[in-house]
């Protein structure tokens, strides 16, 4: 029977955030200090990535020992040299030679739209390291979800506060866990009820638009702002999967975004979701994949659920003030 874990249950992962409230972003790393299989399903059309030519199943690397995920676009891409820092301080790392060089993958969301100069550099990050060795992470207006916004398709006059949504469950002796940042062109659903819980919002009427019909009725001229969004994740268990393995796993978490988010995976979106093996807990492959499906949507609908007001922005638990 599936019952709800603290995600810090899962052992040989530890998570923390950093960020920077005034500048509206901030980061989340996930650190496997021994190295852990991973694999990564990007579907959306525009994403920020690093490392992800390392996670397919046809290259040579069989481990990672963090991921970072984080806003600030593009720019926020060089934070992951404060995590390598961080691990590289403490001889954490693929041995080469004398050295080690730590194997971090990063992806992030698009949160400029709120502070445009504003991004993670590595300090943050190397925080967000630090603060993991507590391994007591928040949800909500934290970490890589700190700048998060949802229901975009008419740009930023109809959007919504979003943040960050942190999930765990098991079943039997196998545990998973998702990490999700939900920074989504769409709206977000209850996976459960099908009810709106954040998205494209009229403040003129205190009402929800449909984004989903909104775009069928504009298709003739509407124009997505490119690469402007992205709903980043990861899914963290105790079972023992190959990087072949994760990878499938990943791609059916993506049916957890699919459940909650619409549309999603579209060009505007660079919707990103890594699956991480820190255990050896024997699982089925298709009960993990449907538990990391499960655990995802979870994860998302917290993440909007858990976020307060910000930037003069509406949230999910208190459209009514």
């Known amino acids: 029977m599936l019952r709800e874990i603290s995600i810090t249950e899962i052992e040989a992962v530890k998570i923390g955030h950093a960020q920077n409230i005034e500048q509206a972003t901030g980061c989340t ?4 200090e021994r190295g852990a299989p991973a694999g990564v399903d ?97 949800q909500g207006n934290v970490g890589a979800g700190t700048g998060a916004t949802v229901g975009k398709l008419l740009g930023s006059a109809g959007m919504m506060n979003s943040g960050l949504g942190i999930y765990a469950a098991a079943v039997g002796d196998l545990k998973m866990g998702a990490v999700v940042a939900v920074n989504a062109l769409g709206d977000v659903y209850d996976y459960q009820t099908n009810r ?24 003739e001229q509407l124009a997505l702002q490119a690469h402007a969004n992205t709903t980043i994740g990861a899914v963290i268990t105790n079972a023992a999967f190959t990087k072949t393995q994760l990878t499938k796993i990943a791609g059916m978490a993506h049916n957890g975004y699919a459940r909650s988010i ?24 298709n009960v993990a994949g449907t538990l990391a499906a499960r655990v995802i949507s979870e994860a998302v609908k917290r993440a909007v659920l858990e976020a307060g007001p910000a930037y003069g922005l509406k949230c999910a638990g208190k459209l009514d003030e």
């Open 29 to 32: 790393v996930i650190l496997c």
């Open 262 to 285: 619409r549309p999603v995976h579209t060009t505007a979106d660079g919707d990103t979701i890594y699956a991480v093996s820190a255990g050896e807990v024997q699982a089925d492959i």
């Open 42 to 138: 990007v579907r959306g059309g525009g994403p920020a990535s690093r490392e992800s030519a390392l996670l397919n199943p046809l290259a040579a690397n069989d481990g990672v020992h963090a991921i970072l995920l984080s806003g600030g676009s593009a720019f926020g891409l060089d934070a992951a040299g404060g995590v390598m820092r961080y691990l590289a301080e403490r001889n954490i790392g693929f041995p080469v030679g004398d050295i080690v060089v730590p194997i971090v993958c990063e992806a992030c969301i698009f949160d400029l739209q709120l502070v445009a100069d504003a991004h993670p550099d590595q300090e943050m990050a190397y925080e967000a390291c630090k603060n993991a060795e507590k391994n007591m992470p928040a």
């Open 196 to 219: 709106k819980l954040a998205g494209l919002y009229d403040p003129g009427t205190g009402s929800f638009l449909d984004s989903e019909e909104t775009m069928y009725a504009m298709q």
